[in-house]
Nanobody, 124 residues
Framework: QVQLVESGGGLVQAGDSLRLSCAAS????????MGWFRQAPGKEREFVAR????????YYTESVRGRFTISRDNAKNTLYLQMNSLKPEDTAGYYC?????????????????WGQGTQVTVSS
């Protein structure tokens, strides 16, 4: 069992930056591939970024590529999402997720554990 707790969300203006953190406990984070997802009101949860267990492989959804950076510090059992040049359409609840599967991909079903989420609101 892995417990995940996100932090770092807030209300910012368009063009600003935020860094989200996801602290893991219960199991060693390096055993899991990790992902960030987001969900806006009335919309389905969507994939944002994912990172392999080693941190060497990263993948982003097209709308955030070049603006967001996913990273992890396995020694600190923490996952990060650096978000730059934020846009109003980035407004959503952001969730980190852990996958113990060999094939995890961008589908939420590929992830086994989820945090409670942190809200990011970007004003225009």
């Amino acid at each position: 069992q892995v417990q995940l707790v996100e932090s770092g969300g807030g209300l910012v203006q368009a063009g600003d930056s935020l860094r989200l953190s996801c602290a893991a406990s219960g199991r060693t984070l390096s055993n899991y591939a990790m992902g960030w997802f987001r969900q806006a009101p009335g919309k389905e949860r969507e994939f944002v970024a994912r990172i392999s267990r080693s941190g060497l492989t990263k993948y982003y959804t097209e709308s955030v590529r070049g603006r967001f950076t996913i990273s992890r510090d396995n020694a600190k059992n923490t996952l990060y999402l650096q978000m730059n040049s934020l846009k109003p359409e980035d407004t959503a609840g952001y969730y980190c997720a852990a996958s113990g599967k060999l094939s995890y991909g961008s589908d939420p079903l590929g992830y086994d554990y989820w945090g409670q989420g942190t809200q990011v609101t970007v004003s225009s």
